[in-house]
């Protein structure tokens, strides 16, 4: 539920579209499969540790057809710095197999069938949706659910009703919206001593965790 009147939320998302004009993911990548790997690695891992390891991996690899053929020792040394490399490297592999037996080796640009590939959720079919598509999705990744719940913008204890709340709130704009609240949730309201000091909807914000 959004305690938010339609004047604040107006407001808060004027200010984040205002701070965030180009924002877009930090997951470096070329194409709809680069994208697709780089976020089925980012899960619990930073992006910056994503975009180290993933120049060798489309070096090896550098479509689905060749992923889909990979022997899973070889990808689980190409990704062993990332958090939970064995059973990435299990998705990454089943994900382009399936890929090519179901999808005749193209990605599909929907969020629906994306969710249905190993090691691809809810946030990450949206996440995609949203970058390479521009799709009007929200994805709720624990920035955007901090920030969503700071902001009074949420008070769901879940991703996707958070998700639902922001649809509700905002409704247009939500790709833009979705990479700001990321940056803003990475670089400003972060989890450990937000920059408040710094923050642009300090005089908008009510949160117990606001500090100076
Ligand atoms: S004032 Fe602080 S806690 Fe509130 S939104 Fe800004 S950074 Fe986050």
């Excluded at 680069?34 to 180290?52: F, H, M, W, Y």
């Excluded at 990435?88 to 994900?95: D, G, H, Q």
């Excluded at 005749?104 to 959720?121: A, S, T």
Aim: glycine share 4%.
């Amino acid at each position: 539920m959004v305690w938010r009147t339609p004047q604040e939320i107006e407001e808060i998302k004027r200010r984040f579209l205002r701070h965030y004009p180009q924002a877009r993911t930090e997951l470096d990548y070329r194409n709809l499969y680069e994208l697709l790997v780089a976020v089925i690695l980012s899960a619990q891992c930073t992006d910056k540790r994503v975009n180290l390891i993933t120049p060798k991996l489309f070096e090896r690899y550098p479509d689905v057809a060749s992923l889909a053929r990979a022997e899973r020792r070889e990808v689980e040394e190409l990704i062993r710095s990332c958090s939970f490399f064995k059973n990435k490297a299990k998705y990454l592999i089943e994900m382009a197999q399936m890929v090519m037996e179901r999808y005749g080796g193209e990605i599909p640009g929907d969020e629906r069938e994306l969710m249905k590939l190993p090691g691809v959720g809810r946030k990450s079919a949206h996440v995609v949706m949203i970058e390479y598509f521009g799709k009007n999705l929200m994805a709720v990744d624990t920035h955007v659910f901090r920030v969503a719940h700071r902001l009074g913008l949420s008070d769901s204890k879940t991703p996707k009703g958070t998700e639902e709340d922001l649809v509700m709130a905002f409704r247009s704009d939500l790709p833009r919206l979705h990479q700001a609240m990321v940056l803003f949730g990475r670089y400003i309201c972060t989890a450990r001593t937000p920059k408040c000091s710094d923050c642009f909807l300090s005089d908008l914000c009510e949160s117990d965790e606001k500090g100076e």
